[in-house]
């Protein structure tokens, strides 16, 4: 016995010695990464994307090559499940993704093969402002108007943000807006938009917006009708947000949850299973990428705006969501699939 515990005492010695040389071990991800985009090139998460895969080498060990790519489709669903079900666990493959379609499978979509509480999640470069706006030519200027005239809008995907804010805010709170299928992402809109195709957009980011199409905002191109926040944007006092158009407590409820998915909206996630260590390095380089000044300076002269919330803050606002009330969950559900059945 005195033998076992000398020898027990000598382990435990080791082990306590050996636990931060382990610990500080460099962790490797080879020559190269990905970001995976799961829209189409040119509008609002591509911007974000391409942004990170410039940057975010210079803070990880060897300095490896990150080369982005997109994979558009369903609303980046095609580019969720292949992230949760395909890409490579060991840090390399990186994405970012249209926010609420990682909540798809938590209200009812069955073609969602993800749980969105086990990706890992490096953090968020932006809050997200869905926007409903038209073109300044239209006789519409204000929330008011969307709930007594009809407007004409463009739409994409099913499960995309342009399509499913306006389905969703016809249902919850009865505005008007006659959706044009079929455009396969905001920058297509955008064009139908200039060209009298549609009268305008309900789901885009008002960030987006002033990154990609400035001259919009500074030529007065376009109106603001309504914005889908908690609370409104600074940049935008004098437009309604959706809750204050709901008239009863369950719609005002659920609207609020579908809200709260999207307010991490420039989120950067890794696949389950990626070793905590791993996931550790990845979250210090997106932190330390996210404040430094080249970096800065590169997103300014892209008019990107920048509020940056680390993993762990988007990663207990994911369980938060998780834990609503199921009555509130369902009734999402329910408008969800309506829309996207």
Same mark, same amino acid.
């Given at each position: 016995?005195?033998? @076992?515990?000398?020898?027990?005492?000598?382990?435990?010695?080791?082990?306590? !010695?050996?636990?931060?040389?382990?610990?500080?071990?460099?962790?490797?991800?080879? +020559?190269?990464? =990905?970001?995976?985009?799961? /829209?189409?090139?040119?509008?609002?998460?591509?911007?974000?994307?391409?942004?990170?895969?410039?940057?975010?080498?210079?803070?990880?060990?060897?300095?490896?090559?990150?080369?982005?790519?997109n994979?558009?489709?369903?609303? &980046?669903?095609?580019? $969720?499940?292949?992230?949760?079900?395909?890409?490579?666990?060991?840090?390399?493959?990186?994405?970012?993704?249209?926010?609420?379609?990682?909540?798809? !499978?938590?209200?009812?979509?069955?073609?969602?093969?993800? +749980? $969105?509480?086990?990706?890992? #999640?490096?953090?968020?470069?932006?809050?997200y402002?869905?926007?409903g706006?038209?073109?300044?030519d239209?006789p519409f200027? &204000?929330?008011?108007?969307?709930? *007594?005239? *009809?407007?004409?809008?463009?739409?994409?995907?099913t &499960?995309?943000?342009? /399509?499913? #804010?306006?389905?969703?805010?016809? !249902?919850?709170?009865? /505005?008007?807006?006659?959706?044009?299928?079929?455009?396969?992402?905001?920058?297509?809109?955008?064009?139908?938009?200039?060209?009298?195709?549609?009268?305008?957009?309900?789901?885009?980011?008002?960030?987006?917006?002033?990154?990609?199409?400035?001259?919009?905002? =500074?030529?007065?191109?376009?109106? @603001?009708?309504?914005?889908?926040?908690?609370?409104?944007?600074? +940049?935008?006092?004098? /437009? !309604?947000?959706?809750?204050?158009?709901?008239?009863?407590?369950?719609?005002r409820?659920?609207?609020?949850?579908?809200?709260?998915?999207? %307010?991490?909206?420039?989120?950067?996630?890794?696949?389950?299973?990626? %070793?905590?260590?791993?996931?550790?390095?990845?979250?210090?380089?997106f932190?330390?990428?996210?404040?430094?000044?080249?970096?800065?300076?590169?997103?300014?002269?892209?008019?990107?705006?920048?509020?940056?919330?680390?993993?762990?803050?988007?990663?207990?606002?994911?369980?938060?969501?998780?834990?609503?009330?199921?009555?509130i969950?369902?009734?999402?559900?329910?408008?969800?699939?309506?829309v996207?059945?």
């Open positions: 016995m005195g033998r @076992f515990i000398a020898f027990a005492r000598a382990a435990l010695a080791l082990t306590l !010695a050996g636990g931060p040389a382990l610990a500080q071990e460099p962790v490797s991800f080879g +020559d190269k990464l =990905t970001v995976t985009v799961g /829209t189409p090139a040119g509008g609002g998460y591509d911007i974000y994307g391409r942004l990170v895969a410039r940057h975010l080498g210079r803070f990880l060990p060897g300095n490896p090559a990150i080369i982005a790519n994979m558009p489709g369903a609303g &980046s669903l095609i580019a $969720a499940n292949w992230l949760y079900n395909i890409a490579p666990r060991d840090g390399t493959a990186i994405a970012i993704t249209q926010s609420a379609t990682l909540f798809e !499978a938590l209200l009812g979509n069955r073609n969602a093969h993800i +749980d $969105a509480t086990k990706y890992n #999640w490096l953090g968020s470069l932006n809050d402002t869905a926007v706006m038209v073109w300044s239209t200027t &204000s929330a008011k108007d969307t709930l *007594e005239k *009809e407007i004409l809008v463009g739409a994409g995907a &499960s995309s943000d342009v /399509t499913i #804010w306006p389905n969703v805010l016809n !249902a919850l709170v009865h /505005t008007r807006f006659r959706l044009v299928n079929g455009y396969p992402g905001t920058a297509a809109i955008s064009l139908a938009m200039e060209r009298g195709e549609v009268q305008g957009v309900v789901g885009d980011d008002f960030d987006s917006v002033r990154a990609g199409r400035q001259d919009w905002i =500074t030529g007065n191109k376009v109106r @603001f009708l309504l914005q889908l926040r908690t609370e409104r944007h600074p +940049d935008l006092p004098d /437009t !309604a947000t959706g809750l204050e158009l709901a008239t009863d407590d369950e719609s409820a659920v609207l609020r949850l579908l809200i709260e998915r999207q %307010k991490y909206g420039r989120n950067f996630i890794l696949p389950p299973g990626v %070793k905590p260590a791993a996931v550790a390095t990845l979250r210090h380089a932190a330390a990428m996210a404040r430094d000044p080249e970096f800065l300076r590169d997103a300014a002269r892209a008019h990107v705006t920048l509020n940056f919330a680390p993993g762990e803050d988007v990663t207990k606002l994911v369980n938060d969501i998780h834990a609503a009330p199921r009555a969950i369902e009734r999402a559900t329910a408008v969800l699939r309506a996207d059945p």
